[in-house]
């Protein structure tokens, strides 16, 4: 439990745990492999919680044995409720240790390959036991120390497995016609595959913005969300509304030949166009009612001058 994941690796389960999380096995064994370098196995029934802070990995253990064996790893140190125990390489070797509890509750601490540093963590009290030697505590005191006498044991074997393949993140690559091309065993090579291009989207796109989240750690209601700021863009691509479609027909002007280019005559004066002439129908339309009138007043005017005379 705690924080963990779990990934399927050659059709077998794995649990990648990280730091603080809680480990109960209740019966049989298992393994933890450290990301640093190097293996713990577990004999069930166990209890134990995993910490780690830089180059540093804590186990604190409650029930269980648990067998590290580290080559070339983070330093490692198993607490229980009375103890401190870490393993000590000699020179450059390697780190191999047994801490667990038997049957009646007493604690045992064997050093296979390197030294084992106890320590009391009430009374301060350190004591070191050498390699290839193995101890028995009872109650946690380290003045009653005795041989262990071979009380606990978890042998690596029991866990052991094939390791975990190392992935490696790759980036990807772009898509082209050559990576189609793949050679066979003659020697001929595939054709490449016409590489279909995506139909671009008519329909409209829609793009929501939303003001940032807001946490108070100090508040007990989160405060929630304004929906009236939430903004929604619509994207359409325009067409037009009208569309014509027809043809052309009839038959296409005759080009004239073309002329050959010669030494271009003064340009002569050319009279002025006439105008054209009118025709009765539009000089009817053109009298206008100002016209009409214009020569009703000259006959009105003609008369007077000739009655005046006589």
Same mark, same amino acid.
């Given at each position: 439990?705690?924080? *963990?994941?779990? #990934?399927?690796?050659?059709?077998?389960?794995?649990?990648?745990?990280?730091?603080?999380?809680?480990?109960?096995?209740?019966?049989?064994? =298992?393994?933890?492999?450290?990301?640093?370098?190097?293996?713990?196995?577990? $004999?069930?029934?166990? +209890?134990?919680?995993?910490?780690?802070?830089?180059?540093?990995v804590t186990v604190a253990l409650d029930a269980g044995t648990i067998h590290l064996a580290i080559e070339q790893g983070p330093a490692v140190t198993v607490y229980t409720p009375l103890l401190q125990i870490q393993p000590i390489a000699i020179g450059d070797g390697p780190q191999d240790a047994l801490v667990g509890f038997d049957a009646t509750g007493a604690m045992c601490v064997r050093a296979y390959r390197?030294?084992?540093?106890?320590? &009391? &963590?009430?009374?301060?009290?350190?004591?070191?036991? %050498?390699?290839?030697? /193995? !101890?028995?505590?009872?109650?946690?005191?380290?003045?009653?120390?005795?041989?262990?006498? #071979?009380? $606990?044991? $978890?042998?690596?074997?029991?866990?052991? +497995?094939?390791?975990?393949?190392?992935?490696?993140?790759? %980036?990807?690559?772009?898509?082209? #016609?050559?990576?189609? =091309?793949?050679?066979?065993?003659?020697?001929?090579?595939?054709?490449?595959?016409?590489? /279909?291009?995506?139909?671009?989207?008519?329909?409209?796109?829609?793009?929501?913005?939303?003001?940032?989240?807001?946490?108070?750690?100090?508040?007990? !209601?989160?405060? #929630?969300?304004?929906?009236?700021?939430?903004?929604?863009?619509?994207?359409?691509?325009?067409? %037009?509304?009208?569309?014509?479609?027809?043809?052309?027909?009839?038959?296409?002007?005759?080009?004239?030949?073309?002329?050959?280019?010669?030494?271009?005559?003064?340009?002569?004066?050319? %009279?002025?166009?006439?105008?054209?002439?009118?025709?009765?129908?539009?000089?009817?339309?053109?009298?206008? *009612?100002? /016209?009409?009138?214009? +020569?009703?007043?000259?006959?009105?005017?003609?008369?007077?001058?000739?009655?005046?005379?006589?």
């Open positions: 439990t705690g924080p *963990m994941r779990v #990934e399927v690796v050659g059709g077998f389960p794995r649990t990648v745990l990280r730091s603080g999380s809680d480990v109960l096995i209740k019966s049989g064994t =298992a393994r933890l492999d450290l990301t640093g370098g190097g293996s713990i196995s577990i $004999c069930g029934p166990a +209890h134990f919680s995993v910490l780690k802070a830089g180059n540093l390197g030294a084992v540093r106890l320590e &009391q &963590q009430l009374t301060s009290q350190n004591i070191v036991v %050498p390699q290839s030697s /193995d !101890v028995l505590l009872v109650n946690g005191q380290l003045d009653g120390l005795r041989a262990g006498g #071979e009380r $606990c044991s $978890c042998d690596p074997q029991l866990t052991k +497995h094939s390791p975990a393949p190392r992935l490696e993140i790759v %980036p990807p690559t772009q898509t082209t #016609e050559e990576a189609y =091309a793949k050679p066979l065993g003659s020697g001929d090579v595939i054709s490449p595959l016409p590489l /279909d291009k995506p139909a671009e989207k008519e329909g409209p796109v829609y793009q929501f913005f939303i003001p940032p989240l807001v946490y108070n750690a100090n508040a007990e !209601v989160q405060p #929630e969300v304004d929906t009236s700021k939430i903004v929604v863009v619509r994207r359409v691509r325009v067409r %037009p509304t009208l569309i014509f479609q027809g043809r052309v027909e009839g038959e296409l002007p005759v080009s004239s030949p073309p002329v050959a280019a010669g030494p271009t005559p003064p340009a002569a004066a050319r %009279p002025a166009p006439a105008k054209p002439n009118k025709p009765a129908g539009q000089a009817n339309d053109a009298t206008s *009612m100002v /016209d009409r009138v214009v +020569h009703f007043v000259r006959k009105l005017w003609s008369r007077g001058v000739g009655e005046v005379a006589k």
